[in-house]
């Protein structure tokens, strides 16, 4: 055990190893961005603690398949480096350490641990650093695809949430399988996903590298592959192709695909609520040039809903989210991302790159359990038709436009956020006394910060059925005039949901509105 | 906080049930312009072929 001040200086020793030397350690991104993680605009780290011949179960898989079949003696022991809040030397900590009772407060100033692998330049292991300030609401940092972990350090354990991290070794893993290995981190939790080490991840993947060539060491996976890898985990994945081609001539791009921020916005949004991590597929700027890159959403910042004048567009509160945070294997955890505009996005790539050329995104893969079959697509086509009928029929009296939260939610958690809300007692207790899909689709319609409706749909059913599920309305005088308005006008907006279903939408939300004015 | 119909309605709105005329233009306009929107969010799950082999390696 070694107890270090926390320093530039120190945390480039504690990361160095016996082939890659602290200078080296200080040219590399990763270090870059730990030293503002963890330095005092970040975590405000004051101790590093080095705990030696560590054993890492993720880096034995892949010391076992390649490492300990080169010529050069790779050792099989890492190096683990604990972060720490407070200040304290080898005496404080060897007091803290013989205590019978576990010190609940020094161990409140633990922030987390960096593996370091005893393999050149590519160092950064199994990392678990905790999150900047974690809230569910508005406002406020929502890191939606954390879960909890269990560090066990000198007979103490100390319970917080993050999301694991490392860096791609370039030959196990590049950064695709780095990405998917984050992402499984977190939905391995659930009883459905296996957590699988980067080299089974890219064996997953495929059986050759694209060029035919060998797949270890690894030249990177394709779109298909990284599905393919998420498939074999036990997940299926939803993928979101770019929506628009733009050109920026001073770029030297020509015309290319990607997808709008709106849309990308839509998507973290509406997935965010099941808290699997969300694969983006970025291009960004490179060595002069552009590449493709693969980054783990497991956050966001997303402002309240506020009112907005009524207009043409329908409105989305998804727009509401200004940055979010992502693990890109190439600099580190939660790394703070900014949406610019339109298209662009503002990343540690742009930030560091010396003409500050933007990053784009070019695919959004979506992991999800297999039994959600319904896409946020499906969805927001049935809202389109329920805002134009809504529109039609609050006609130039509402005050504030309709604005659209869609969303998908374990049934259970819904029930519990309906439990918080001040519907009706009668109203209430229908609903939570209600048997429930799994996983439900919820399109919250708001009228600036007042919440009019919950349209509830079933994410496990299939689309060509009609998936309705139920309505809550949270201005019950709404209700009759509503369903009168619907059953007059019933054949003219029959035409918003076309369907094959003989059950019919306008039928189903006539049936789910309540007549009698409370 | 429980809130009622007048908060969200202009000052003395009354909100009725009306029917839609056949011949109104505007509205059958408006319900044409959701309907294309509609085409243009199934667009989206249109399959890109080309956009799946693009290989993802820095």
């Known amino acids: 055990m070694q107890i270090l001040t926390f320093s530039n200086d120190n945390l480039a020793l504690a990361l160095s190893n016996d082939y890659t030397s602290p200078e080296v350690i200080s040219s590399k991104n990763h270090f870059r961005f730990l030293q503002n993680y963890l330095g005092n605009s970040g975590l405000n780290t004051q101790t590093i603690l080095v705990e030696e011949d560590y054993v890492s179960k993720d880096y034995l898989q892949d010391y076992a398949t390649y490492y300990a079949l080169c010529f050069e003696k790779y050792p099989k022991f890492c190096k683990r480096i604990h972060f720490f809040g407070n200040e304290f030397d080898n005496k404080a900590i060897s007091k803290i350490l013989l205590d019978q009772e576990q010190d609940e407060e020094f161990w409140k100033n633990y922030l987390g641990f960096v593996v370091v692998k005893p393999i050149p330049f590519t160092i950064i292991g199994y990392t678990v650093l905790k999150t900047y300030n974690n809230g569910s609401g508005f406002n406020s940092r929502n890191f939606w695809g954390t879960r909890e972990y269990r560090v066990h350090l000198f007979g103490n354990e100390i319970k917080f949430d993050s999301l694991a991290f490392q860096e791609q070794d370039s030959v196990l893993s590049a950064c695709a399988t780095t990405a998917i290995w984050s992402m499984l981190n977190k939905a391995s939790v659930d009883y459905y996903t296996k957590l699988k080490s980067p080299n089974e991840i890219t064996k997953d993947a495929d059986r050759t590298s694209l060029d035919g060539s060998r797949l270890f060491p690894n030249k990177g996976l394709n779109v298909l592959q990284i599905c393919k890898a998420i498939e074999n985990s036990g997940l299926v994945s939803e993928v979101k192709p770019p929506n628009q081609m733009v050109n920026y001539p001073e770029l030297n791009l020509g015309s290319f695909n990607l997808l709008t921020n709106e849309y990308t916005k839509k998507v973290l949004n509406a997935y965010s609520p099941i808290g699997i991590p969300i694969i983006l597929v970025i291009k960004v700027p490179n060595g002069g040039g552009y590449g493709l890159h693969a980054i783990t959403v497991s956050g966001f910042i997303q402002n309240p809903p506020k009112p907005i004048l009524p207009k043409n567009e329908v409105s989305w509160l998804s727009k509401n989210i200004d940055k979010f945070y992502a693990h890109d294997d190439q600099w580190g955890p939660f790394a703070r991302i900014e949406f610019d505009g339109d298209h662009k996005l503002k990343t540690p790539w742009s930030d560091f790159d010396p003409r500050k050329n933007p990053t784009f995104i070019t695919n959004i893969i979506v992991p999800l359990y297999p039994k959600v079959r319904i896409s946020y697509e499906d969805i927001e086509f049935l809202v389109l038709g329920i805002d134009a009928f809504l529109t039609l029929f609050f006609g130039d009296l509402i005050l504030n436009d309709l604005v659209w939260d869609v969303k998908i939610e374990f049934g259970n958690n819904f029930k519990t956020s309906v439990k918080q809300t001040e519907l009706e007692g009668d109203t209430k207790i229908e609903f939570l006394t209600r048997s429930l899909p799994r996983y439900l689709w919820v399109a919250s319609c708001y009228s600036g910060d007042i919440k009019l409706f919950d349209f509830t749909f079933d994410a496990t059913d299939i689309k060509s059925g009609m998936i309705g599920n139920g309505i809550l309305c949270y201005l019950p005088e709404i209700e009759p005039k509503l369903k009168q308005y619907l059953i007059t006008n019933r054949a003219y907006l029959e035409q918003l949901f076309r369907h094959n279903s003989k059950k019919n939408y306008i039928d189903f939300f006539i049936e789910n509105l309540k007549n009698i004015e409370n | ?58």
């Not at chain 2, 003395?12 to 306009?29: F, G, M, P, V, Y």
């Not at chain 2, 509609?38 to 820095?58: A, G, P, S, Y």
Request: aromatic share 4%; charged share 35%.
């Open chain 2, 1 to 58: 906080m429980k809130f009622t119909l007048s908060n969200i309605l202009k000052k003395d709105a009354e909100l009725k049930s009306q029917s839609i005329r056949a011949d109104d233009k505007t509205t059958s306009d408006f319900i044409q312009k959701t309907r294309e929107k509609q085409d243009q969010v199934l667009r989206l799950k249109e399959v890109n072929r080309e956009n799946l082999q693009m290989v993802v390696q820095l």
